[in-house]
């Protein structure tokens, strides 16, 4: 696709994304350069837009970034916290101390962001063009009720001494396999060291880790340079300590001591929806009549030990603006492919679930 069509496709609303510009690079600057100087203003502000993704701020030229970065100090004036949905990975540090996080971090060329834009360009992190797409940027928060939350890592987190690159495994798969825990492994190895390392400079650093799409989850509990608490439900044989907060619950990786046999006898029907419906509704009611507890999460440790980002909202405590920065890999390689429609960004509608229907 060339950037006039991009720019066309993009303006006139139609489903476009970082993925359809796998293909285009540095060389296509100029003609998009070329449709912002002469296009009408619905294509000239499309044009806007893919220079930002293929070559981030400093492709927009000095007007043009003038212009981003001025609206922006606008709207910071009356910045509304948003909850952040499918923000799986991210620390939390209790400062106020921007330049302080982002020293400890090796990030640099912060750029000031709403919080409603730092949310839409994490959720792209993982867009686009392979190779370091993910591992190029970060997003800071402005200190939440105290606590300044990073998504992201370093870029010597991300490819720690000892990692092998997935080109390189076995076709095997229990080789992949084996490769795949090595790797897992070593990040963890790479991520407790510097949970503890960040609590020695801020007193206390927190690690959380909840995937959408499956059942992994972990939290990094680390105190004045030492390690409070650490559980990984894929390894569950390597946790150190526990908290308070995770009383009342079962751990992710402890089956839920119901009876045996209890789902046998649900009758499958030919929609098997019927099936799944009949086996929570049984499951809840079970828990209940047995007082068997639910299970915790990240998700319900940040909550209870520092700030949850789904649950931040119009009460939250702000103090600050949050920042989009680089990291190694970003200065090297430059900013990751993000395709920004618009300046703000409200979360997704959550999806209608079985599992959110009546209880009984």
């Known amino acids: 696709m060339d950037m006039r069509t991009a720019a066309e496709t993009l303006a006139a609303g139609e489903r476009f994304s970082a993925w359809d510009m796998a293909d285009a690079g ?45 609206l922006i100090r606008v709207r910071l004036l009356d910045d509304v916290p948003v909850p952040m949905r499918g923000c799986e990975f991210w620390y939390a ?16 060329d ?31 928060s402005p200190a939440l009720d105290g606590w300044t939350l990073v998504f992201g890592e370093p870029s010597d987190d991300q490819h720690p001494a000892g990692i092998t690159d997935e080109r390189s495994w076995s076709i095997e798969p229990r080789e992949q396999y084996q490769a795949m825990l090595a790797n897992e492994k070593a990040h963890r190895e790479v991520r407790r060291a510097r949970c503890v390392e960040l609590s020695r400079r801020f007193g206390a650093a927190q690690l959380y880790f909840r995937s959408h799409g499956d059942s992994m989850t972990s939290w990094c509990i680390a105190e004045k340079g030492e390690l409070v608490r650490l559980y990984d439900v894929s390894a569950p044989e390597e ?42 509704r049984r499951y809840r009611r079970l828990k209940a009549e047995l007082g068997i507890p639910d299970h915790c999460d990240a998700d319900t440790i940040a909550e209870a030990l520092s700030v949850h980002p789904a649950k931040i909202g119009p009460h939250t405590r702000v103090e ?14 430059g900013h990751p492919r993000t395709l920004l429609r618009r300046l703000t960004y409200l979360p997704a509608p959550e999806q209608p679930s079985i599992f959110g229907e009546d209880q009984t």
Not at 110 to 135: D, F, K
Not at 250 to 261: A, K
């Open 239 to 280: 946790s150190v300590g526990e908290l308070t907060a995770e009383n009342g619950y079962l751990l992710p990786h402890e089956d839920t001591p119901l009876p045996e046999g209890w789902a046998d006898d649900i009758p499958h029907t030919e929609d098997p929806l019927d099936w799944q419906r009949e086996f929570v």
């Open 93 to 108: 540090i209790p400062t106020a101390d921007q330049a302080a996080v982002l020293d400890a971090f090796g990030l640099s």
């Open 110 to 140: 912060a750029e000031p962001v709403t919080m409603s834009l730092g949310t839409e360009i994490w959720n792209q992190h993982y867009l686009g063009a392979p190779g370091h797409q993910r591992c190029a940027r970060v997003y800071v």
């Open 26 to 70: 540095p060389d296509d600057l100029p003609e998009l350069r070329e449709i912002r100087r002469t296009g009408k203003p619905a294509l000239r502000n499309a044009a806007r837009a893919l220079l930002f993704a293929l070559g981030g701020p400093e492709a927009l030229g000095e007007y043009d970034l003038a212009l981003v970065r001025r």
């Open 320 to 333: 600050g603006n949050g920042v989009i920065a680089l990291t190694r890999c970003g200065r090297e390689y």
